[in-house]
């Protein structure tokens, strides 16, 4: 016996088998992506009040690059919409079509992924300077002259390090000061041009990237963009793989083939979703 | 076998038309996707002096946007029953993880601390 | 969507010729799609896990007798294994205890308990009890067998890293999870973390194809209300994976964070840890790991004991000739069962400081999953009456599954009760709770369902005197290992006490501690209860009598309309269901059972 309705709905459902099988894996997928939202606005409630940096552990914000972010959320709409053509292509039989659109998706997806790691690498060098006196300072670092963490996560400075490595004294190019909303502050004759500043290491009382371990805020969006990122790169190659190797099924079957697309298009549309969400809760909010 | 698969796919001819509006649709919603994610980030701009109120357009945005995503280009506008029935599941299961938990870790008894303290 | 490659291979070839040729080792047993053969691997691998976990366990048990006494024979092996300051001069050190606990309690749930039943039985059973040729995505059905051995073998790995397994329980509460080994950040609990990822992902590969499965393959005739209730079990359970275990998988990533980036998701501000305060950021909360982890780890209850009752109610329908009483109030009630198991989790955390209206909350709809739980076992007890009971191996096994579930159940509620379990929480009374439910109660489930499909699996019967044997060692000395720890618990000893609470407990109260002895030589004498078991599988998988026809036990249900064992794609013909799944003593049959395959 052959495994029935692998393409053909199934009549009482009126769905088939992958159609199915990829609903109950997105409700599994919006419990794991509910959970971290759960956690993120678990964490974020129980901060602190007042303005990070210069409260330790209180919630930060506009820390993101927004024009940044919001050319990656068009990137990552754009190929949402490129998906759904594509399918639309394969039921107008029009296959050239098909194989153009599916492109230009796979293209976004790798566009979303090359921007978000020049995000990532922005942060990894990236500092929050505690000094003794209280007051706290933000910008990219300077130490020996040479910014450190420069596409090398591992290349972290500690204030630990700064003393083991006998380190005098740091530069800063100092991060525009901000307002409660996060928003740059514009203040009246005051460069905004990252003015450097120089710290000597005996001032400073904690120094740390913007890493996880820095900040709960951190934590919390590497992980989850990071998990996104997965899916993003998951969901680029399977569709990679219909638009060219997997295509051959055109010929011998059609509609399983559009299924497939139809199938491949749902999950890269969830993985738009949860982005529409996480662009504003981490950049905006 | 394949044959008669050819002859559904062939079939799809006939749809053609009904396709080619749906495709206008998608530009549409495209179109007010795009514009959706500018309101946001112009939202961002604008001071509501109140944090609940700035979430809440924030999120009442995305909440849009997701809708169009999920109605038009995940087909949810008109989808079987079956589905239905599983996203409704796992909304509640998800309503009641983040809403049990975030009650659970606040209703503590009295004069216990929650939240955490700035100490300079 | 993989799956539906074999389909478009098959095309290719003239006519269905997949029977043709002789599949090699690797395709028919290592690498096969085959939802019977993923059904044998699941099984054979659980029961060597099971068995492993037993061990572990034995270990702890013999230096809770006697603290101080090396461990008989192992001792001397697990000093030269792991160390002498893990096991110095064969006794277990408090670390090493630890870590056989946690991993005790992984093995047995993670590893053992669910792949079994739901792994093993589910995988083999259900696509022939709903008339189906094969799940619905048999290479993601393999991929799922893999990932969980992937995981299986993380886990084994973890107990030889330096610094030993994880041991900060099979909870893996923050922030203890996360301090343990500061120095080394790849530490055991690490591994456990992505032992966990693994299995987790495969348990969602199952859940979803089975749900897939069942939804979409059952055979012409094959209404929902016809299910045998072992299927019905087995799709409320993989609900209860599909939608708890990503929050666990959730909190699992982040608990990594914590160890391998030094994040502070479960890690509060100002956290000291002998005597130095801790460098983490802080700012994270430990409650919130306990909400991620019991929001699985509850249904998960569920999901050792749904398919268990499933596979009795088959037993029971059987050997009492009667159809089951009340099948559709137990489909409801199972159903109700997995939608409340969702929304009772905080009753494991009374004492993390809760306030009294979450409390409350929880407490209630614990009360109110007691009852669709309580109707379940009460229609199958009620099934027994005026039935002409058959005593064999399967059936006395699953007849004493009833009690032994209801005592684990009904010392449930004390615990499920704000009030008193603020006095029973962490005793050995909850030990005695649990293992009831799992140890008797499942665990019975399980070996009835051995005696009842072995036929099926492999065309030959097992012994009935050695099974008869079997039941009644393993009857009463479960009873004599778990009964005494409810008396342990009710004197306030302690479930996480390495010495056995002698520190604590000489001079104040010696039953309590006489009692640790006690149970000891039953927890010895369980494991020799075991013996006739094993050699009973093994010898009747070569000698045992042959079955004389596809249905040996005279049942409805369609599984036994398949030949025996059943080939690829199961069925000779196309199955079709005609009545409903437990049409026995019929008045006016021809016979006292009619399949559900039989034309009316």
Known sequence: MEIPYTYKARPDTGLYNAKVGIWLFLASEIMLFGALFSAYILLRVSAPDGFWPDVALAWPRGLLNIPIGTFNTAVLITSSVTVVLAWAALKMNNFARFRWLMV???????????????EYNDKFSHYVVRLKDGKAVTGHLEVNGKHPGFWNFADQWSLGRLEAEKVEHIEIAVDPARDIHGHVKHVEGASHDHAKQKIATADIAFLGSYTPATHPFFAVYFLITALHGLHVLGGALVLAYFAFPGAKMWKTNPEQFTNRIEVGGLF????????????????LL | MSEQSHNAAASHDDHDHDIASHIKTYLIIFGALLLGTVITVLMYYVDFSSMAVTVGVALFIASIKAFLVAAYFMHLMSEKKLVYSL??????????????TLWGTHDTPKNTLMKTVYVP | MQATDTHAHAHGQKGHSHDHHEPGFFSKYIFSTDHK?????????????????????LAMRFQLANPGKPIPVVGALLEKLLGSDMAPGGNLSGDLYNSFGAMHGTIMVFLAIVPILFGAFGNYVTPLQIGAPDMAFPRLNMASFHVYFIGGVVMFASFFTPGGTARSGWTSYSPLASVTDLANRFDGQTYWLIGMVFLITSSLLGSVNFIATIIQLRCRGMSWMRM??????????????????????????????????????????????????????????????????????????????????????????NNTRKPLWGYKSMVYSTMSVGFLSFIVWAHHMYLTGMGTKIATFFQTTTMMISIPSVIILTALFISLWGGSIRFNAASLFALSFLPMFGIGGLTGLPL??????????????????FHYVVAPGTMFAVFAGIYYWFPKITGRMMNETLGKLHWAGSLFFMNCVFAPMFIQGFKGMSRRMYDGGTTYFEGV????????????????G???????????????????????????????????????????????????????????SVPGAKSDFTPQSEKP
């Open chain 1, 104 to 118: 230009v998706t796979v293209i976004c997806a790798f566009a979303f992924l090359g921007i978000k790691s020049f």
């Open chain 1, 268 to 283: 890269w549309h969830f993985v738009d979703l949860v982005w529409i969400f996480l662009f504003p809760v981490v950049y």
């Open chain 2, 87 to 100: 996203l409704v599941i796992s909304a509640i299961f998800f309503t009641g993880l983040m809403g049990l």
């Open chain 3, 37 to 57: 053969v993923i059904g044998v691997q699941y099984g054979v691998a659980s029961l060597i896990f099971l068995f492993f976990g037993f061990l572990l366990v």
């Open chain 3, 228 to 317: 045998p209730f072992f299927v019905w079990a087995q799709f409320v359970t993989a609900f209860l994976l599909l939608l708890a275990f990503p929050p666990l998988e959730a909190a699992g990533l982040m608990q990594l964070m914590d160890n391998l980036f030094g994040s502070s998701f479960f890690l509060p501000q100002g956290l000291v840890v002998n005597g130095t305060a801790l460098a983490v950021s802080g700012g994270g909360s430990p409650l919130l790991w306990q909400h991620l982890f019991w929001f699985l780890g509850h249904p998960e209850v569920y999901v050792l004991i749904l398919p268990a009752i499933g596979i009795v109610s088959e037993v029971i329908a």
């Open chain 3, 416 to 433: 499920g009760f704000n009030a008193s379990d603020i006095y029973l929480h962490d005793s050995y009374y909850v030990i005695g709770h």
């Open chain 3, 509 to 524: 109260d010696p039953t309590a501690l006489s009692l640790n002895k006690m149970i000891t030589m039953c927890a010895v």
């Open chain 3, 526 to 584: 369980l494991g020799v209860a075991q013996l006739p078991f094993i050699i009973n599988f093994f010898s009747s998988i070569f000698v045992g009598k042959k079955v004389s026809s596809d249905n040996p036990w005279d049942a409805t249900t369609l599984e036994w309309a398949t030949p025996t064992p059943p080939p690829h794609g199961n069925f000779a013909s196309e199955p079709v269901a005609y009545r409903g799944p437990y049409e026995y």
